[in-house]
Every structure is written in structure tokens, then in C-alpha cells.
């Protein structure tokens, strides 16, 4: 029967123990709450951007809560946003989308060629 190794272990070893250990533990406190987690992050982007064109345009009206987006705000493809993207394309820096200024635009023939 093979003999258990002894203990090499470096203090330094050590250290990228306890690091993986908490970064486990992140991950573990994140996964196993993910609904309230996504509703936080929902909350935060939509106060971000309460008074953006679009979600203005949709009627959502400053809220931030899960329900109402859901209801007011519909499922989009690019096509339902291409002349909200061609005005920002074209240097419209109003809030259009989002709260921030978008500076740069990736293609889908950039995205496609890098495998994303």
C-alpha cells in the first residue's frame, strides 16, 4: 500500500490555501442566493438609468423594482434598438440607453472573429 505523502507545505502554500478557501466561499455565498442577487443587481442598474430615453419611452418611470420592468419593459432583439445605436453611432450623446456616454461600439463581425 503507498505510503500518504508528508507534509511539504510552505508557509506561502498556505496563504493560496486560505485565498482559495475565501474565493470559494464568495462563490458559494453568491450562487446560493443568485435570485436576490440578480433583483439587487436589476435595482442598481435601473437607478442608474431611471431617466433614460428608452426606459422613459417604455414608461417605467424611475422604477426599480423587478415587477414593473418585467411588465412595461418588452423582450427586445437589436433590430427593436438599431436607430437608438444608429443615433449614438452617429454622436447623439443624450441618454439614449444608458446614463454613461458609450464611446466605442463592437461590431458582430469583431465579436464573431474572436469567438465571442
Known sequence: MP??????????????????????QFIEDVTSNADEAQKKVLEEILSRNAHVEYLQ????????????????????????????????????ASPILCSKPISEFLTRWVCASFGF
Open 57 to 92: 419611452r417604455h414608461g417605467l418611470n424611475g422604477q426599480t423594482n423587478r415587477e414593473t420592468f418585467k411588465k412595461v419593459v418588452p423582450v427586445i432583439n437589436y433590430e427593436d434598438i438599431q436607430p437608438d445605436i444608429n443615433r449614438i453611432a452617429n454622436g447623439d
Open 3 to 24: 505510503e500518504a505523502p508528508k507534509n511539504t507545505l510552505k508557509p506561502s502554500d498556505y496563504n493560496l490555501a486560505e485565498k482559495n478557501k475565501k474565493s470559494l
